[in-house]
C-alpha cells in the first residue's frame, strides 16, 4: 500500500497486481459482472487505474498486492533494460550495455532519470513522455533486450515482490523529459516494410542523422571563447559515425563547416580544425572496430 500511495503521489496511475506475480489482480472481461465501476462496459486495467489515495488504501487493504503503474495515463515512458535469458552466457551483452552503446552512437551520454532495478537484475529507466504523441510499447526496437513501455502497457513499481527478488529504487526521484534523440526513434511513422538488414541500417542512419543535427546546432550556438573546441569536440563526435559508414566524409565536413562559420570562425579556422578531428577519430574508430 505505501508503494502504491507513493507512486500516486508523484501522479502515476496505479492498480493491484496479483500477490507476489506480476500479472493484474483486476478480472478480465469474460469473468466481467457488469456492475461497479464496470456498469457501463468491462473496464481493462488500464482504466481503472488510479491515482486517488481512498481508492488505492481501500483495493490494498484487502491483501498484500503488488502494485502496477499504467505508464500511458501516467504520463511515462518506460525503457526496460533486461538481461540476457541464458545466465550461462556471461559474454551476451544486457539491455543496459546495449542502450549505453546506442546512447553513445547519438552522441549523447545514459539519461540520468529516476530508474529502478527489476527482480530479474534488469533496470526500468523512467521518462516524462512528450505531450501530444501518443507512444506506445516496443519489443526491440531501439535495440535487443531493450524494450518500452507506455500506452497499452504497464510496470510493475519499486516496493513490489516476486519470487524472483524485490523491485528497488536506484537513484533520485527526478524524472527526465524523453531526450529528443530516442523519441525520434520511438515516433510512429508510416515506413515500407523492410528486412532486418535493412531496418538495422536505417536505425543506425537515423542515430547519425539525429548526432549531425544536435551536433552542428551545438557548433552554431557556441559562445566566443568556446567556439573552435566546441568544433573540435562535435567533429570528434561525428567521426565515429563516418568510420562506421553511417555518414560520409563530405556530409559531415560541410555541415560542421557552415555552422562553424555561423558562430564566427573563419573558414580556415574551421578546415584545420576538421580535418585533424576528423582523421583522428576516423582512425581511432576503424581500428577500434578491427580490434573488436
Not at 482504466?47 to 500511458?72: C, E, K, L, Y
Amino acid at each position: 500500500m505505501r508503494a502504491a500511495l507513493e507512486a500516486a503521489e508523484r501522479g502515476w496511475h496505479v492498480f493491484p497486481l496479483r500477490p507476489g506475480s506480476k500479472r493484474p489482480a483486476l478480472h478480465g472481461e469474460q469473468a466481467c459482472t457488469r456492475t461497479g465501476p464496470c456498469v457501463d462496459g468491462h473496464l481493462k486495467w488500464e482504466q481503472r487505474a488510479t491515482t486517488d489515495p481512498d481508492r488505492i488504501r481501500a483495493a490494498w487493504s484487502r491483501a498484500p498486492f503488488n502494485v502496477g503503474i499504467a505508464t500511458g495515463p501516467s504520463g511515462l515512458l518506460v525503457v526496460d533494460l533486461d538481461v540476457p535469458k541464458d545466465k550461462g552466457s556471461s559474454d551476451a551483452p544486457g539491455g543496459a550495455a546495449t542502450f549505453a552503446a546506442l546512447c553513445e552512437r547519438a552522441g549523447h551520454a545514459v539519461p540520468t532519470t529516476h530508474r529502478t532495478r527489476t527482480a530479474s537484475g534488469g533496470e526500468h529507466l523512467y521518462f516524462t513522455a512528450p505531450t501530444g504523441v501518443r507512444l506506445t510499447n516496443t519489443a526491440g526496437t531501439i535495440g535487443e533486450l531493450v524494450d518500452t513501455r507506455a500506452w497499452g502497457g504497464y510496470v510493475v513499481a519499486a516496493g513490489s515482490i516476486t519470487p524472483a527478488g524485490t523491485y528497488e529504487p536506484l537513484c533520485g526521484p527526478e524524472t527526465a523529459p524523453l531526450p529528443p534523440w530516442l523519441q525520434t526513434i520511438l515516433q510512429p511513422t508510416l515506413k515500407a516494410p523492410q528486412t532486418p538488414a535493412t531496418a538495422l541500417t536505417a536505425q543506425s542512419c537515423q542515430y547519425a542523422d539525429v548526432a549531425l543535427a544536435s551536433e552542428s546546432r551545438n557548433v552554431a550556438t557556441a559562445q566566443p571563447g568556446a567556439r573552435e573546441s566546441t568544433l573540435f569536440r562535435a567533429a570528434r563526435a561525428l567521426g565515429r559515425f563516418v568510420a562506421w559508414g553511417d555518414l560520409p566524409r563530405h556530409v559531415v565536413e560541410q555541415a560542421l563547416q557552415e555552422a562553424g562559420e555561423a558562430a564566427g570562425l573563419s573558414a580556415s579556422e574551421c578546415r584545420s580544425t576538421l580535418r585533424s578531428a576528423l582523421n583522428w577519430s576516423i582512425t581511432h574508430n576503424q581500428a577500434g572496430r578491427r580490434t573488436a
